[in-house]
């Protein structure tokens, strides 16, 4: 089994000058400790459900840069890019970037947005639900045109491009990783089943299990192998100060349903000292445990 980071909030690191250390040191921490994957949120203001929208947020596509050039092994994603901030053409680009720079470490996450709020108060265009999940398939065709030897043009409702020419190639082989982010079951996971190598679901390990179910139709109807998609979950059901049985016992029932990696989020105003204090006695046991098949 897998675990990841996922780092969704800044108001630990200090003032903006500080910022810029303590997110290098969390991630140099996080490498050594054997995190596999840091992911950081798309988002230009905070989530207000969980704090204020003034909170400091960094812009992601920057922060995992910077994150790239501080560390060797982690690999690097947001989770999840709304399709919405960036023309596909250019976020293609943009990954690209990222992977080549960090020598094949690079990862696309992406989803259909949903943050109102920013977008409004940023003039970002905020299309409807539906039109939201058009542009989401259509970028993921386009990222997978532009990684690929058609250099051609795209031709969509939403987007037109002329040339999708993508040089230098991304160092990932046979491209960067696609991961679709949620769980919504007619939209979402038929993306997942037919665009993407891993998903991020969240909740229960019941409500996971319902949700590959779900997961495992649509990859039927296209065609495919379930067992191809990574499941990845928030790693969200510890309680404030685990004891190392606590986090077997929850990372087992995920494994149990067939959770490949957990993704954790930092907690409280030192979140590499609480990444390793609840998780440095286990990563071995961690990465001991086989998940069952999907």
């Not at 043009?153 to 990932?172: F, I, K, M, N």
């Not at 491209?175 to 949620?182: K, N, V, Y």
């Amino acid at each position: 089994m897998n675990l990841d980071l996922h780092v969704w909030r800044f108001d630990w690191a200090g003032s903006s000058s500080e910022i810029g250390g303590n997110v290098a040191d969390l991630s140099k921490r996080a490498e050594a400790l054997g995190i596999r994957t840091l992911s950081f949120m798309d988002h230009y203001f905070q989530m207000e459900m969980v704090a204020p929208a003034t909170d400091p947020m960094l812009e992601g596509y920057t922060a995992l840069g910077f994150v790239a050039g501080a560390t060797d092994q982690l690999r690097l994603r947001l989770l999840v890019t709304g399709v919405t901030y960036r023309h596909p053409g250019l976020l293609a680009k943009i990954v690209t970037t990222l992977d080549v720079l960090s020598a094949g470490r690079a990862e696309l996450g992406i989803g259909a947005a949903w943050y109102d709020r920013e977008h409004e108060g940023l003039g970002v265009p905020y299309p409807t639900t539906a039109e939201r999940f058009e542009r989401l398939e259509e970028a993921l065709q386009i990222c997978l045109q532009m990684w690929s030897d058609d250099d051609g043009p795209y031709d969509g409702r939403h987007y037109q491009l002329r040339e999708t020419l993508c040089h230098p190639a991304p160092v990932s082989t046979p491209r960067p990783r696609i991961l679709i982010g949620g769980g919504g079951e007619r939209k979402t996971l038929r993306l997942v089943a037919q665009y993407a190598d891993a998903c991020n679901l969240f909740g229960s390990a019941e409500e996971i299990t319902h949700k590959l179910n779900v997961l495992r139709a649509h990859c039927d109807s296209v065609g495919r192998d379930v067992a191809e998609i990574e499941v990845t979950a928030l790693f969200r059901s510890l309680p404030p100060a685990p004891s190392r049985d606590d986090v077997i016992r929850a990372a087992e029932e995920l494994a149990a349903v067939g959770v490949d990696t957990l993704v954790a989020g930092p907690v409280g105003q030192d979140p590499a000292g609480w990444l390793e204090a609840t998780f440095a006695p286990v990563m071995d046991r961690i990465a001991a445990i086989e998940p069952a098949a999907h």
